[in-house]
């Protein structure tokens, strides 16, 4: 099935873009067009103009900003993402997590700002980026505003970005310890995935405090209170017991939707696995952080 008829806009700026998106209803913006296209097609959806944002300078840069956070541009494809050297040195995690995405047709071309706009419940970014305390950046007509990774995804398919926001920018803190990123998948995408993120103190033997996410169960990522708080000020090699101790209460708060990937109990389940998994590998990782 081909999609409805739309008209193709090339804008040379961000500005630009945005009053091209809020011109009319019906325009979206296009960047790697994984999800969009085939959804266009399926006619799912339906755009009468298609803002292409790929010639716009800027959106695909990575860096370490003057407050020692990381950026990443929107635009950038999970290929980029894997194999820059600042996200393999600070956050490989990520770079791992980003070279595992879909297939190499998707990674290629897919971008990171795409995944996160189209708001798919068993997507691999969200979780992880929500253990990170990302924020997103936001520009549009009414200016620009910052959203934790936490709060941009309401529901399934459905974020807090209006239509004619763009998302310009992903920022967090540079980890002041180890990342680690699990996922148990069917076909290409995750079934459940869990993420953390801890910081150590300064002789990296004791977790200050750790973020952890787990993704794919319901509509959005949801934290694990009761593991953080079970972390917080433990010694990095009482870690998995500590979470060990925690995690009953913790995965019974967990609210999971039974769906193709398996059903609710399954999936709690599987969440407990690869979260005590993330914990053995943070805790190789956290002996050697500081070297």
Request: proline share 6%; net charge negative.
């Amino acid at each position: 099935m081909l999609p409805s008829p739309f008209q193709f806009e090339r804008p040379s700026t961000i500005a630009d873009a945005v009053r091209a998106v809020g011109d009319s209803g019906d325009s979206m913006f296009y960047a790697g067009g994984t999800e969009l296209l085939l959804a266009l097609k399926m006619r799912v959806i339906r755009a009468d103009r298609l803002i292409d944002i790929k010639g716009i300078p800027g959106l695909d840069c990575i860096a370490v900003n003057d407050v020692n956070e990381i950026e990443i541009g929107a635009r950038c494809t999970h290929k980029k993402i894997s194999g820059d050297p600042i996200i393999r040195e600070h956050v490989p995690a990520l770079a791992s997590l980003c070279a595992e995405v879909a297939n190499i047709r998707v990674r290629n071309v897919g971008t990171i700002g795409g995944n996160l706009c189209f708001g798919e419940p068993h997507a691999d970014p969200p979780a992880m980026l929500a253990a990170l305390n990302a924020r997103l950046v936001l520009e549009g007509s009414s200016g620009t505003r910052e959203i934790h990774a936490d709060d941009f995804i309401q529901s399934e398919m459905e974020t807090v970005r209006e239509p004619d926001e763009l998302l310009r920018l992903i920022v967090f803190p540079r980890p002041a310890g180890p990342v680690t990123y699990r996922r148990f998948k069917h076909g290409e995408r995750p079934s459940v995935n869990v993420a953390m993120a801890w910081s150590l103190n300064a002789d990296g033997n004791t977790i200050k405090s750790a973020r952890v996410r787990a993704g794919a169960l319901g509509s959005r990522p949801q934290p694990l209170p009761a593991v953080e708080s079970a972390l917080r000020n433990v010694a990095v090699a009482e870690a998995r017991r500590a979470i060990e101790t925690a995690l009953p209460d913790a995965l019974d708060q967990l609210e999971v939707n039974a769906d193709r990937h398996g059903g609710s109990d399954y999936k709690r389940h599987l969440a407990g696995v690869l979260l005590l998994r993330n914990a053995d590998e943070a805790v190789i990782a956290g002996g050697s952080w500081l070297k």
